[in-house]
């Protein structure tokens, strides 16, 4: 089993950008889609962007536009370009196998905190 680890997040100002880090233990490869997550105080997980084994991207309305979902498999890490941020974008990342997800053997790290704030 790949075990995943975020990094990345900080605290950054309203319009700032952050890239989070997705680091993979075995190779990702195989995995057909690797997605986003984030879980902000009081609110449940949400699905924020993901990303094939193609290349084929997908994102929340709430960040499209200003978030890029990418994917190095040979570096075995999955990327998140944050751009624009708005405090309400302020949560706990996480990077998921969206196959394991839906297999039910999903594993979820620690995260990485985003925080936005003046």
């Known amino acids: 089993q790949v075990r995943l680890v975020e990094s990345g997040g900080g605290l950054v100002q309203p319009g700032g950008s952050l890239r989070l880090s997705c680091a993979a233990s075995?190779?990702?490869?195989?995995?057909?889609?690797m997605g986003w997550y984030r879980q902000a105080p009081g609110k449940e997980r949400e699905l924020v962007a993901t990303?094939?084994?193609?290349?084929?991207?997908n994102y929340a309305d709430s960040v499209k536009g200003r978030f890029t979902i990418s994917r190095d498999n040979a570096k075995n890490t999955v990327y998140l370009q944050m751009n624009s941020l708005k405090p309400e974008d302020t949560a706990v990342y996480y990077c998921q196998d969206l196959g394991a997800v839906v297999r039910r053997t999903d594993n979820w790290g620690q995260g990485t905190q985003v925080t936005v704030s003046s």
């Open positions: 075995g190779s990702i490869f195989s995995i057909y889609a």
């Open positions: 990303i094939t084994n193609g290349g084929g991207t």
